[in-house]
């Protein structure tokens, strides 16, 4: 391991700008002052970090805020509700984006997970393969809505 | 292979490991009745693949006596069910173990790939590599 650790030092900063992001994805982040923080230029910053994720920093950022966009439309939170939430300034850049990444519109998107939500919790048996629920004495005939 | 089962002690917990520490996502979160769930998670990149959160109880898979040995078992860390790939085994290693997961072999460039080990929140434990060496 002892050549790796100088390697180990500039992933331990990637790493660090990477958590970073995770953590503050909702709010302004400027991506040069990460790279200032971490002690890189812009561009070896860029590198490293696509290297290591396969993303360059800036399209992670997107990534996640559209994942985070997700989860958050899975809780009835409003689509307007959620662009600014996670970190988008304009409605339409976010819709827009979130079309091309998903294949859907936000709203379509919420629509058709509070649909899946419903169709999990009256019929649970429809998404779990049949040994597993049999094995566990899941059968049809169970009143599942006791714990709901 | 489109779902598999990994045993755990704890759904709640094994929930905070896999989907907040790993990162993977939530497929189904189903409640079967009191004290039972169906809980299942995907790899990031592999949204076919339902790994199944599998709390052991007795009553259901096991009776009293095997649901006891089975959790000392998982506990004590018999187990690895499995092997992960990253896109970066040194960018995860340092994220993960950020995050407080456990591993029990640092990357080591081995005859066979680079290789790290790590244990989940109940001691089922799991090779990491990486997909193509660098």
Known sequence: MAEEFPKIYLYHRIVQAKLFIDNNFAGNINLDAIADEAFFSKFHFIRLFKMAYGKTPHQYLTALRIEKAKLLLQTNTSVTDTCFAVGFESLSSFAGLFKRTTGTTPSLYQQQQKERQHAISKNPLQFIPNCFAENNGWTENRNFKEVL | ?134
């Open chain 2, 1 to 134: 292979m489109n779902h598999v089962s990994i045993f755990v002690l704890n759904q709640d917990s094994a929930y905070d490991f896999y989907v907040n520490k790993l990162g993977f996502k939530v497929h189904t979160d189903a409640a079967m009745g009191p004290g039972m769930r169906w809980l299942t998670v995907c790899p990031p990149e592999q949204p076919g693949l339902e790994i199944s959160l599998m709390a052991i109880a007795d009553g259901m898979m096991f009776n009293k006596e095997s649901a006891q040995q089975m959790r000392e078992l998982v506990a004590k860390g018999t187990f690895g069910f499995g092997v992960f790939e990253c896109n970066d085994l040194l960018a995860t290693y340092e994220e993960l173990k950020a995050k407080g997961v456990e591993f029990t072999k640092a990357p080591k460039k081995e005859f066979y790939g680079f290789e790290a080990l790590f244990k989940d929140d109940s001691g089922n434990w799991f090779s990491l590599g990486e997909k193509e060496q660098k």
